[in-house]
């Protein structure tokens, strides 16, 4: 029997409410906030549109550090100025737009900030964000990661990006959302943008993008991709094997301790690194219309921007008026009609025997008798260490890389590089030739129709011989099937020295891997009196080829195998294409390098082993390099494709060509 309790609750106020009212409440509220939430987190997507549809020059603004002593504040203004002074020129902000302050950085950051952090936030919007938004320049500033704003938002839970942008509409993204660039004609470009990438490598700035665009089905992955936050400059162009478009990848530089002009940062010196690397980066884009496809150029340097900028714009007048190719004819007429291409000698070094192959014997033995060799009298050629040219021109010259035709396999790209040839360099006298690796099938030394085989590529070459530097003594002109006898007894081919003999039957010199080519581009007779270019020539990457990443293997190349650092590498047997400019202050003829991996003429690669046979990515890969008259004119531009070889070439020559005529103002009236 329970005892009846002294009090008994009979009535609260409010009431209680039961377990099912107090869920669906709270879930509600959650519900409310999550969107006042979201609406305090930058965007996912954030769309913009272009008022019409010529070619526009994008400009990343990143790590600009506002109110550092290390940062050079002149040339955040340089950046604002030359956006607002010049039609279709936007930036895009990739982050730590300010310094920012951190007690846990006492000594490299917040001992060298003079300016606390109000007046960073102040500096920055009345110099740099106003001006630029008063136009409508500014398409949007990436938010929400963490990093120098971002020490302010962890510390006060104050959103630093909203209070930089207050009334400015200034669109804020996410880390890593999509910004859309639409034209009046409907037609859009994507990228996806970082401040801090999802991934990095000491040696390649943009692994963290291109991973990221790897894990995307190609239908729906961006144009390009962007970050800032490392302080190194890596822009390059890929094209996958199998892929049908390629993909570009911005790393940009900053404003902080990136010029000789101000103090380096404290924190790279700590570390025992060199100065960062400066701004100057980002993309062209142009929509895609009736007459062509959409266009999209990254670019590495301020000035390598503007040239290609100026250079597709007047392409895109003159292709709209439908004079492209009156002009050019006119251009080859009027200003020259082909470059002067002198061998330098005395300047090119062969090497040694190491490199030279073995004469073929003065006899075979067939049916047990002594037959004369009729290759054994052949003069043997020993590849170059390094070849000079002087190329006497006063417009562009494109400098083709044609790689792995595989001629002799069943997958050979003989039709496909034949056709290349008769459309963008026979047509074209101020079109050059390399030929890289894998030209004949490695396996063709074993043919009996090597002969065949080989005479196959001869013709080739022939048919651009005036316009051919060099033939690169390959891996597949090594074999040591190519000195032995094969065939039947009745139709047999004699031992012989692939190379030696293409050299003889052609006149074009042989290189070896990592061999060096010189070339003075430009007007003057003497070659000191133009730029020099400086490329090296790879063969395989010494097992630092990536099959993922295609210009991974040429700069390790660079770093670890080129004493004498070249301006560009070129060359690989990895099955993605693509090109790769960096920043190195330290080399001799360019602060920014190239790396250029060229794609397959074949039909199929042949270096992922029998069981993963797979289509090489597209060929046509270039570097085009403009004429000077001293070091300081040194400008190259690489390519990705044949589509964009050609518009590029035509471009610059276009621009280059009417420029001497006089020409420039009274054609883009003409085609207004």
């Keep these: 029997m329970s005892k009846e309790k002294l009090f008994r609750v009979v009535g609260q106020e409010p009431d209680y409410l039961s377990p099912e009212e107090s869920q669906e409440l709270a879930l509600a509220a959650i519900e409310m906030l999550q969107k006042v939430e979201r609406n305090y987190i930058g965007r996912d997507s954030v769309t913009v549109r272009l008022k019409g549809n010529d070619p526009t020059m994008l400009i990343c603004a990143s790590d600009l550090h506002a109110g550092s002593i290390t940062t050079n504040h002149k040339s955040i203004l340089e950046l604002r100025d030359y956006a607002l002074t010049h039609p279709n020129v936007g930036l895009v902000l990739l982050g730590d737009e300010v310094e920012g302050l951190k007690e846990a950085y006492l000594n490299t950051n917040t001992a060298r900030t003079p300016i606390d952090f ?84 000491p040696f390649d700035p943009v692994k963290g993008l291109r991973d990221v665009a790897f894990m995307t089905d190609e239908r729906v992955r961006a144009d390009g991709y962007m970050s800032g936050h490392i ?28 010029s000789s002009t101000t103090p380096p940062d404290r924190y790279g010196v700590k570390l025992g690194l060199d100065l960062a690397d400066p701004l100057g980066q980002g993309v062209i884009i142009e929509p895609k219309t009736k007459k062509g496809n959409g266009k999209n150029y990254p670019y590495a340097s301020f000035r390598q921007g503007q040239v290609a900028f100026d250079a597709m714009r007047i392409l895109d007048k003159t292709e709209s008026a439908g004079t492209t190719d009156e002009l050019l004819e006119e251009i080859r007429e009027r200003v020259e009609a082909r470059p002067t291409i002198k061998f330098q000698s005395g300047s090119s070094r062969v090497s040694g025997a190491e490199y030279t192959e073995d004469a073929p014997g003065g006899t075979v033995k067939i049916k047990g008798k002594e037959v004369e060799n009729p290759y054994s009298k052949m003069r043997m050629r020993a590849p170059y260490d390094s070849l000079t040219y002087d190329i006497q021109t006063r417009l562009p010259i494109a400098l083709h890389l044609i790689s792995n035709a595989r001629l002799g396999s069943s997958s050979e790209g003989y039709d496909e590089l034949k056709q290349y040839e008769a459309n963008l360099i026979a047509s074209n006298p101020h079109s050059l030739v390399v030929y890289l690796r894998n030209m004949i099938d490695s396996y063709a030394g074993s043919s009996p129709d090597r002969m065949e085989i080989l005479n196959k590529f001869r013709d080739l070459i022939n048919g651009t011989r005036e316009q051919t530097l060099a033939i690169m003594m390959c891996e597949s002109l090594r074999q040591g099937s190519w000195g032995k006898v094969v065939g039947s007894r009745e139709d047999y081919s004699a031992p012989i020295a692939p190379g030696s003999y293409l050299a003889n039957e052609t006149g074009v010199p042989l290189i070896h891997h990592l061999s060096m080519i010189k070339l003075g581009v430009g007007p003057g007779v003497k070659l000191k009196e133009k730029p020099l270019y400086v490329g090296a020539f790879a063969d395989k990457l010494l097992k630092h080829g990536s099959y993922s990443r295609p210009t991974f293997g040429l700069r390790r190349m660079y770093d670890l195998y080129t004493q004498e650092k070249p301006g560009f590498v070129a060359g690989g047997h990895m099955p993605h294409a693509g090109a790769m400019t960096f920043f190195d202050r330290g080399n001799p003829v360019t602060d920014h390098p190239i790396l250029v991996a060229p794609g397959w003429f074949a039909k199929y690669v042949d270096t992922m082993g029998k069981g993963n046979v797979m289509q090489g990515a597209e060929p046509g890969q270039a570097i085009i390099f403009m004429p000077g008259k001293t070091q300081s004119d040194y400008l190259a531009l690489p390519t990705v494709n044949a589509a964009e070889t050609e518009y590029l070439h035509d471009a610059l020559t276009l621009m280059q060509g009417l420029e001497i005529l006089g020409m420039t103002d009274k054609v883009l009236k003409r085609t207004r």
């Design 118 to 201: 109000q007046q960073q936030i102040d500096l920055i919007r009345h110099m740099f964000l106003e001006p630029l938004a008063n136009q409508g320049k500014i398409l949007a500033m990436v938010s929400g990661y963490w990093g120098h704003p971002g020490w302010a938002e962890d510390a006060t839970t104050i959103n630093t990006w909203r209070l930089m942008t207050d009334g400015l509409d200034i669109p804020i993204l996410r880390n890593g959302g999509e910004l859309n660039i639409r034209f009046a004609n409907g037609q859009t470009q994507s990228m996806m943008i970082w401040h801090n990438p999802p991934g990095s490598s």
């Design 231 to 258: 302080h190194r400059v890596g822009v390059a162009k890929e094209i996958y094997a199998g892929s049908k478009t390629a993909v570009y990848y911005i790393s940009s530089g900053t404003a902080k301790g990136s």
